[in-house]
């Protein structure tokens, strides 16, 4: 396909289990960003790649998330022992290079933790 | 070509001034602009607009939107020292199920005791 994909498009789990999220980026993009985007807001950040290392986790809330990209193209989100509070549109970005390029986002993952 | 123009590309001020940063934009199908900060490491949402004429205020910090002369506005009053930061404006644009976020190539502040 053209585009980024992610799957799955919703996700609704339990508080305390553990979910993964996938992000498929454009073809050739060296970059790829984690957003996190709640109602109302814009897009918060959570993690850049660039290629297959982490160039910026700062943005991850705490240790329950983690991100991997391990051959520079997918890219995986992990939250661990969810809470109610990760509910969320989890989106990803991918870019041909540096943070400030044009970024084509994806779908988006509906997350919902009940 | 979608481009995000902010301007000055860096400003240096005192404690206590009021600074205005600019954000000029040519998007189709816009949907959003955003304004962030920029420390040393991932930008912090500051502001979404998608209405003309509305202003979103924090503290300090306020911002509008002008969708007829494709513009954004962020003004930041009695700065302080940890003002000091790049502030990133992006604008969302929507075609059908794709999204894209143009990004400008920020404005450095430094405020200066």
């Known amino acids: 396909g053209a585009g980024v994909s992610q799957t799955p498009s919703n996700k609704v789990t339990e508080k305390g289990k553990y979910v993964e999220l996938r992000c498929d980026p454009i073809s050739g993009h060296t970059a790829l960003y984690w957003y996190r985007q709640s109602l109302g807001q814009g897009p918060e950040f959570l993690i850049y790649f660039q290629g297959t290392g982490a160039a910026d986790d700062s943005g991850l809330p705490n240790d329950r998330f983690f991100a991997v990209r391990p051959e520079g193209s997918v890219s995986t989100l992990k939250i661990q022992r969810t809470e109610r509070g990760d509910s969320a549109v989890y989106l990803c970005?991918?870019?041909?290079?540096?943070?400030?390029?044009?970024?084509?986002f994806g779908p988006g993952t509906r997350l919902t933790v009940l | 070509e979608d481009k995000v123009v902010q301007s000055p590309l860096s400003l240096v001020v005192h404690e206590g001034d009021t600074v205005t940063l600019n954000c000029s934009y040519e998007?189709?199908?816009?949907?959003?602009l955003l304004w962030y900060k920029q420390e040393k490491k991932a930008p912090t949402f500051l502001f979404m607009l998608?209405?003309s004429g509305i202003e979103k205020k924090s503290g300090r910090l306020s911002s509008i939107l002008d969708k007829k002369e494709l513009f954004s506005i962020l003004n930041i009053t009695a700065t302080q020292t940890g003002d000091s930061a790049v502030y990133l404006c992006?604008?969302?644009?929507?075609?059908?199920?794709?999204?894209?976020?143009?990004w400008g190539l920020g404005t450095s502040l430094a405020v200066n005791p």
């Open positions: 998608t209405s």
């Open positions: 970005a991918s870019s041909p290079g540096g943070y400030v390029d044009t970024q084509y």
């Open positions: 998007v189709t199908n816009f949907r959003s």
């Open positions: 992006a604008v969302e644009r929507r075609a059908g199920n794709n999204r894209k976020l143009i």
